[in-house]
């Protein structure tokens, strides 16, 4: 197994795998922001994802002061598929029902009336890394102000265990063989959707077999992965043979991409 057709196979690898699909609000009606679990407020932008500790604030534009009524649907799904509805967390001008009523303007009294800020706490309904939030938000004509699917993720750095199965070639004239193995990876995971948040970078040991007369062949490397630790670059020793002890790999965490792909 040569390098280009390596490099060639992870590339296919990552350019097939799924990636999240987010909407956007239009016309600057509805802002989302962020308030972290540390008190900083960000706004969310289009692809960006959320911490799973963090409060969601749906902000509205005063421009819909209106005499129309408008509905919030909040959905969190789970990792594993399962969803359940959110409630909104109703205001003086919001019914039972999470629809907002925008009564007329008494233009004699100069009265108006404001849709104030609705918060939704991820983590009272025990939201995790992997989690999806989707937001609806329109008025009764279906006309959508917002409709957007939100990634959950843990930010910041964080370290995690994978078990990929691998395609090992030993350095020198060798044919290629299998392998399997234990990664360790550290990420840092920011809420702009990026390379730097696709790549982990840790060591692998596995077990080899290079030797057929070597009962128990173990392999120490550095390893890449990417995109969320699915598949796996990288090079080490055979610390149990003494010749060709250097070896390349691509590996595939397949439990993880099963999940992924949602089968």
């Not at 299998?178 to 809420?191: F, H, K, M, P």
């Amino acid at each position: 197994m040569k390098p280009k057709f390596l490099i060639t196979v992870f590339l296919a690898l990552f350019i097939l795998c799924p990636h999240y699909a987010v909407g956007e609000a239009s016309d600057g009606f509805v802002r989302l922001r962020e308030r972290s679990c540390d008190g900083y407020l960000l706004t969310v932008h289009p692809g960006n994802s959320v911490d799973y500790r963090s409060s969601l604030l749906i902000e509205f534009s005063d421009s819909l002061i209106n005499p129309y009524m408008m509905k919030i649907e909040a959905q969190l799904v789970r990792k594993g598929g399962a969803a359940f509805e959110i409630p909104v967390r109703m205001h003086s001008s919001m019914t039972d029902s999470g629809r907002a009523a925008y009564p007329q303007r008494d233009s004699a009294r100069g009265s108006e009336v404001f849709l104030k800020d609705i918060r939704i706490d991820l983590h009272n309904w025990a939201a995790a890394p992997g989690d999806e939030l989707r937001l609806r938000i329109y008025d009764l004509s279906y006309s959508y102000l917002l409709e957007t699917e939100i990634p959950v993720e843990r930010h910041g750095l964080q370290g995690g265990f994978s078990f990929p199965f691998l395609s090992v070639q030993r350095s020198g004239e060798h044919p290629g063989s299998l392998g399997a193995g234990i990664s360790y990876t550290l990420r840092n995971i920011r809420a702009e959707r990026s390379l730097l948040n696709d790549l982990g970078l840790g060591v692998n040991l596995s077990l080899l077999d290079f030797e057929a007369d070597q009962k128990v062949e173990i392999g120490l490397s550095l390893v890449v992965s990417f995109p969320d630790d699915l598949f796996h670059i990288g090079a080490g020793k055979n610390l149990t043979v003494n010749r060709d002890t250097g070896y390349y790999f691509l590996g595939i965490n397949l439990p993880a991409v099963i999940e992924k792909i949602g089968l």
